[in-house]
């Protein structure tokens, strides 16, 4: 399993918590409240990224039954495929060929890790169990609109997952634009927050935030950690990174920003 997937009975835990210790809001709303200045103390709200099939299987019924909405970003170009994703791809071919010369996804045009993958990739692929496919395949076209649009928003999270510095200004604007619009077209509904893929500082920048400005998307989020207090950059807000090693007091830790607080005063980079 993926260091940033969260156990099934940990997201049940962390749904109990927040129910009873925040106040839940999508984000679009929380993004407007930010704004307006009317944002409840403790406010949070819940972000998935890439748009795996688990996030429908598994994640949408417990935000059913504890009546928690959430926002899921979508990688569009494999929401359409179906294919794994590249960074995926890359850490099967490294388990199953430790000595092929295979480029740094966070360092290389993801055209080039695609191509680098695709010579490897079949003889892999053709090795995963039906677990491992299922367990990291992405939601179809078909599921994405299954699912319910009065607790779950949807967003743009590009069209391949392209870390945007590795990319051209063209390609970069190419996978705001193309991504934001398919998600409109999927959901029948504009486009409210964007997540860039990465995210950390550098990753992305103006090239980003004036794609979204033409598309009408008034915020994105980023993978930095930390809280956001008005008056921000709406085009770079933070989030609570939760993974697969936060327990519960970490993940406590980590919701009340108590634990960034320790770290940034010791120098020490949030994971």
């Not at 045009?109 to 299922?134: G, S």
């Not at 945007?164 to 193309?178: G, H, L």
Request: hydrophobic content about 35%.
């Amino acid at each position: 399993m993926p260091s940033y997937f969260v156990t099934r009975s940990a997201f049940e835990f962390q749904l109990e918590y927040l129910q009873r210790n925040t106040t839940v809001l999508p984000l679009s709303d929380g993004v407007k409240r930010l704004t307006e200045g009317t944002l409840p103390r403790g406010a949070v709200s819940i972000t998935f990224d890439d748009g795996y099939a688990n996030n429908l299987q598994l994640a949408a019924p417990l935000l059913r039954q504890y009546g928690t909405p959430a926002s899921i970003f979508l990688s569009t170009d494999y929401i359409e495929t179906g294919e794994l994703y590249p960074f995926l791809k890359l850490k099967f071919l490294r388990l199953a060929h430790r000595d092929l010369p295979l480029p740094e996804y966070k360092s290389s045009p993801v055209d080039t890790v695609r191509n680098a993958a695709a010579a490897y990739w079949p003889e892999t692929e053709a090795k995963l169990t039906n677990a491992q496919r299922e367990t990291l395949r992405p939601m179809t076209v078909n599921e994405v609109r299954a699912l319910d649009s009065s607790l779950i928003e949807l967003g743009a999270h590009s069209h391949t997952h392209a870390i945007a510095r590795n990319e051209t200004p063209e390609r970069r604007r190419d996978e705001v634009q193309i991504s934001v619009r398919k998600v409109a077209e999927w959901t029948g509904r504009p486009q409210q927050v964007f997540s860039y893929p990465n995210g950390e500082a550098g990753d992305f920048g103006d090239p980003e935030k004036q794609a979204l400005r033409i598309e009408g998307v008034p915020a994105a989020v980023t993978g930095i950690g930390g809280f956001n207090r008005w008056p921000c950059d709406l085009f770079e807000l933070k989030r609570y990174p939760v993974t697969l090693y936060h327990d519960e007091s970490r993940f406590r830790a980590e919701v009340s920003g108590f634990r960034t607080m320790l770290l940034s005063m010791s120098g020490t980079r949030v994971l």
